[in-house]
């Protein structure tokens, strides 16, 4: 339908420009006839310009949409199932583009079509013809992000290699990705540590320990016992114990790493 449209358009152009010279002729003679009919060449020249540029740049995203969303169900579905996690991470992926309903549902079919399938290699091969390597570049780091979301699973880490070499990146630059992608999580997963112990990254140890002690005595089961809490609030609890547990670690872990790092020459 878009071929048809375009040369309709451009048979249109063409008529157009003997109508124009025709024109010229009437009102001027023969340099009316001549300028009529290289105004319309003109015309034509920049109008089919125009017209191939967009249908370029529609196919391309259409291409690039296709192999990002199948990819990204493949990637998901790597460990053997599919997470809610992994669900919300498509979804949000899909928003920050900006689709449409109707491209979302697409995409989501696309997804799950990735999802279900062991033969990634229609895929690779479509992404290769009809994406730039800048375009097959940016797809895989589109791709890392999953990296940020759910963590660094071993199956998933090495499916993601073997498509970004597939794609024609090196191994050095798909070594570069994943370690800008880990890093990103690492800050991510810190600044998340100190706003569950409710303190700021500018205190000191001391302060580090206190709001991890004041955090755990606040939720310490015997309290709750006091309450007569039921089991459900029990297990709610012993969960964000573990939470405060968890961001205590990392707190320390990044701190033991930096304070190495300042001792290296």
Request: aromatic share 10%; glycine share 6%.
């Amino acid at each position: 339908m878009a071929a048809f449209h375009g040369g309709s358009i451009g048979m249109t152009v063409v008529t157009g420009r003997f109508f124009l010279a025709l024109a010229g002729w009437a009102l001027f003679d023969f340099w009316g006839a001549l300028f009529g009919f290289l105004f319309g060449w003109w015309l034509d020249h920049h109008l089919r310009k125009h017209l191939w540029t967009n249908k370029r740049h529609h196919t391309a995203s259409q291409y690039y949409l296709h192999a990002l969303f199948a990819l990204m169900g493949r990637l998901a579905k790597a460990d053997g199932h599919v997470s809610p996690e992994e669900i919300q991470w498509a979804s949000s992926q899909m928003k920050m583009l900006g689709l449409s309903e109707t491209l979302v549902e697409q995409a989501k079919q696309w997804f799950r079509d990735g999802r279900d399938t062991n033969d990634l290699s229609p895929i690779i091969r479509m992404a290769r013809k009809h994406l730039t390597r800048a375009q097959r570049r940016q797809l895989i780091q589109q791709l890392a992000t999953l990296f940020e979301t759910v963590g660094n699973h071993g199956t998933q880490q090495a499916l993601w290699q073997h498509i970004a070499q597939q794609l024609g990146l090196s191994v050095k630059q798909t070594h570069k990705i994943l370690a800008k992608t880990l890093r990103n999580r690492m800050l991510t997963t810190l600044a998340m540590a100190y706003q569950t112990l409710e303190i700021s990254p500018d205190c000191n140890d001391a302060e580090v320990k206190r709001a991890y002690r004041r955090k755990m005595m606040q939720l310490h089961p015997d309290r709750h016992f006091a309450r007569h809490a039921n089991a459900e609030d029990l297990s709610h609890t012993t969960e964000q114990m573990k939470r405060v547990q968890e961001a205590y670690r990392t707190i320390r872990e990044s701190r033991t790493k930096q304070a190495a790092k300042n001792l290296d020459p």
